[in-house]
């Protein structure tokens, strides 16, 4: 994997985590949209630990 490309995903799973978060804060609770945020929180933190973990174990030393 090139350095570029990891780079690249760190910073788009950054921003999905950043926005939903802050989105979270601002939406009422027990609606769609909370909800929705609330999944897009997760699977951004999802993503970022296992790009974490495949850089590490792939990366050339």
Do not use: D, H, W
């Not at 990891?6 to 009422?28: D, K, P, W, Y």
Request: proline share 2%; glycine share 6%; hydrophobic share 60%.
């Amino acid at each position: 994997m090139s350095s570029q490309l990891g780079q690249a995903g760190f910073r788009i799973g950054m921003f999905v985590l950043f926005t939903s978060g802050l989105l979270l804060l601002a939406l009422e609770p027990n609606t769609a949209e909370f909800v929705l945020m609330a999944a897009m929180l997760v699977c951004s933190s999802v993503f970022l630990a296992v790009l974490a973990v495949y850089v590490r174990v792939f990366s050339k030393r």
